[in-house]
């Protein structure tokens, strides 16, 4: 099975400030990488599939980067509404598997 | 409005099995595959399976399980009333957690979930 790791756990930031997540992968996986948000008694929210592109109606604060088994999520100016748990999230086809990280908390 | 209605919370003892149902509209049903998805309090989102309902799916290919769980959940869909279903078995305390159900878009969205029901509470006590 693939694992997926996360850093930080966690993150304290200002409104405006830059914020970088990173993501790693037991094994290389390409670009089959996404990244969602979660807030508080809410369902995920699909922000960035195939590791860098921009789900529609996503503000472009938002990016992702990184193949093979290193990836980055990227708010370019944290805003109040960012405040969420973010998780990174693989998937596999052969044999079908899908694997979250242990997701980051960031507040602000 | 495109969307997935889950059914409601639900408080099972050990041993008992809960069955989770996730209606769709607003979209072809059959196109889509349905992942379940779910969360134990504090804890980060765990793959349970996908169902494809599409009905010329043939029945060795329609589902795929997490390992985890191969021998006690099965999904299926009823393409008539839109829904997908979620039969989980043999509960024990560690099955509390909430239970979504979400679209698949498809190759042309990285096969990721972009579309999520609102969750189900199921607690196992």
């Known amino acids: 099975d693939i694992q997926m790791t996360q850093s930080p756990p966690s993150l304290s930031a200002s409104v405006g400030d830059r914020v970088i997540i990173t993501c790693q992968a037991s094994q290389d996986i390409s670009y089959y990488l996404h990244w969602y948000q979660q807030k508080p008694g809410k369902a995920p929210k699909l922000l960035i599939y195939d590791a860098s592109n921009l789900e529609t109606g996503v503000p472009s604060r938002f990016s992702g980067s990184g193949s093979g088994t290193d990836f980055t999520f990227t708010i370019s100016s944290l805003q109040p509404e960012d405040t969420a748990t973010y998780y990174c999230q693989q998937y596999d086809n052969h044999p079908p598997e899908r694997t979250f990280g242990p997701g980051t908390k960031v507040e602000i | 409005q495109v969307q997935l209605v889950q059914s409601g919370a639900e408080v099972k003892k050990p041993g008992a099995s809960v069955r989770v149902s996730c209606k769709a509209s607003g979209y072809t049903f059959t196109d889509h595959f349905i992942h379940w998805i779910r969360q134990a309090p504090g804890q980060g989102p765990e793959w349970l399976g996908s169902i494809n309902p599409n009905p010329a799916a043939s029945v060795a290919t329609a589902t795929d399980y997490a390992q985890k769980f191969r021998d006690r959940v099965t999904m299926t869909s009823d393409t008539s009333v839109k829904t997908a279903y979620m039969e989980l078995r043999s509960l024990t305390s560690d099955d509390t957690a909430v239970y979504y159900c979400?679209?698949?878009?498809?190759?042309?969205?990285?096969?990721?979930?972009?579309?999520w029901g609102q969750g189900t509470m199921v607690i196992v006590s």
């Open positions: 979400a679209e698949e878009g498809g190759p042309q969205k990285g096969y990721a979930f972009h579309l």
